[in-house]
């Protein structure tokens, strides 16, 4: 496995986060995005923490025309005991996420350096965690094709993307029984 330096760009203006009882699931995010690029002979490269900002696409990638994505989502939380933040089984969540790209001809991605650049996003952006019950900060990791191709095959080009989103429970009623 080669290391592969993490590039960190700082945001220069915080958001405003928003009260615990506004948190709708997915509607803030937080102020970094990690970004990691790939291509066909030079694999997954230029791993980057960048202020959260919108993508600019050509209208030919082909993940707009052949679907070929994968997303995983998680939850990071703090402990009532000593405000450490957990995470819900990490690694089950990478492993899903490269079995899904297996099945969509997507290149896997090293587990144990996506984990390292989670925890390095996290780190960065831990103050979005929200602290009241039925809160957290939801992580969603996914993959999109990025070549501008019309041809019906699997991309020779990726970005993979983790943002974050401090959020409430996903239903606004909790979960009836």
Same mark, same amino acid.
């Given at each position: 496995? $080669?290391?592969? $330096? ?17 948190? =709708? #699931? ?15 002979? &030079? ?13 600019? *696409? ?16 998680? &939850? ?11 995470? #819900?089984?990490?690694? =089950?969540?990478? &492993? ?7 099945? *969509? ?10 984990? +390292?650049? *989670?925890? =390095?996003?996290?780190?960065?952006? &831990? ?19 990025? =070549?501008?191709?019309?041809?019906? +095959? ?9 943002? *974050? ?13």
């Amino acid at each position: 496995m $080669t290391i592969q $330096t993490l590039e960190i760009m700082k945001c220069t203006h915080e958001k405003q986060k928003p009260e615990a009882d506004q948190l =709708e #699931f997915g509607k803030y995010f937080t102020d970094h995005m990690f970004i990691m690029d790939y291509a066909e002979g &030079k694999g997954w490269y230029s791993p980057r923490i960048i202020p959260y900002q919108p993508l600019t *696409l050509d209208p030919a990638s082909m993940v707009f025309h052949y679907g070929q994505t994968v997303f995983e989502g998680l &939850k990071a939380y703090r402990s009532e005991e000593d405000g450490s933040v957990r995470l #819900f089984r990490p690694e =089950e969540n990478f &492993k899903r996420l490269n079995q899904s790209s297996d099945r *969509l001809s997507i290149p896997p991605i090293d587990e144990a350096q996506l984990f +390292a650049y *989670l925890k =390095e996003l996290i780190r960065i952006d &831990k103050e979005w965690i929200p602290t009241k019950t039925g809160t957290s900060l939801y992580i969603r990791p996914f993959i999109i094709s990025t =070549e501008s191709n019309l041809s019906v +095959a699997p991309s020779q080009s990726y970005k993979f993307m983790i943002i *974050l989103s401090p959020v409430g429970a996903y239903y606004k009623e909790g979960i009836n029984r």
